[in-house]
């Protein structure tokens, strides 16, 4: 158990609905990461947020979007929900192991499936 | 930009075998690097990071890998396979600044033969 929290743990909607996916991070862990676990994508990184802020941002469409609130937590709003959505999406958060340098511990996602 | 190639898409190994994953980052300044493990159904657990200091790096599970510069390679190795071990093994190659968002390789699948 890395201690990071995803809810749910599956997720059934159909094409054009909006979900929330929701990540509570390890306890002082300041930063969130969400990625996206497909078939054909494979892991890719969306978006980060550090305490409150966004950091930065990867392959992240515009039909998604992110916020961390101020007890940390983070969640993710998908909408227009399409086929091509279907995947895993993981939460990780991080802890400076280095200066500068970050481990993550990912939770263990939300299966999405657009049907 | 920084990118990871996982060459062997599938491996297959006797239990008790040794093991080699193969990992080859992109990347120009020096990069930190991670091996994960995700088994069915699960999230990813960290294995094992480099980022400076000794080329060889020790993990749980029993894993090593070893960063060499010249070859651009970060490679997970075991020396003994547990049929436990068979799950699907991701390189992942991070960098200061940006974030420090993860960029994931296409990961190898693990099968362990009794």
């Known amino acids: 158990d890395s201690g990071v929290t995803q809810t749910p743990k599956h997720l059934i909607t159909a094409t054009g609905q909006r979900v929330t996916l929701r990540c509570s991070p390890r306890?002082?862990?300041?930063?969130v990461y969400w990625y996206q676990q497909s078939l054909d994508q494979g892991l890719q990184f969306l978006i980060q947020?550090?305490?409150?802020?966004?950091?930065a941002k990867g392959n992240i469409l515009e039909r998604f979007s992110a916020q961390q609130f101020p007890d940390l937590h983070s969640e993710l709003n998908l909408s227009s929900l399409e086929l091509g959505d279907s995947a895993l999406y993981f939460c990780?958060?991080?802890?400076?192991?280095?200066?500068?340098?970050?481990?993550?511990?990912f939770g263990p996602g939300t299966r999405l499936t657009v049907t | 930009a920084q990118s990871v190639t996982q060459p062997d898409i599938h491996i297959t190994v006797s239990e008790g075998a040794s093991l080699e994953l193969r990992c080859n980052y992109s990347?120009?300044?020096?990069?930190?690097l991670f091996w994960y493990v995700q088994s069915p159904g699960q999230g990813l657990q960290l294995l094992l990071k480099y980022f400076s200091g000794d080329t060889l790096v020790q993990g749980i599970k029993g894993f090593e890998a070893e960063f060499k510069r010249s070859q651009s390679s970060f490679n997970l190795r075991k020396p003994s396979v547990h049929w436990s071990d068979a799950a699907e093994y991701f390189c992942a190659v991070g960098y200061t600044g940006g974030g420090n968002k993860l960029t994931f390789g296409t990961g190898t699948q693990l099968k362990v033969e009794l």
């Open positions: 990780a958060s991080s802890v400076e192991w280095a200066a500068g340098q970050y481990e993550q511990y």
């Open positions: 990347y120009g300044a020096t990069p930190y």
């Open positions: 947020y550090y305490n409150g802020e966004e950091r």
């Open positions: 306890s002082g862990d300041l930063s």
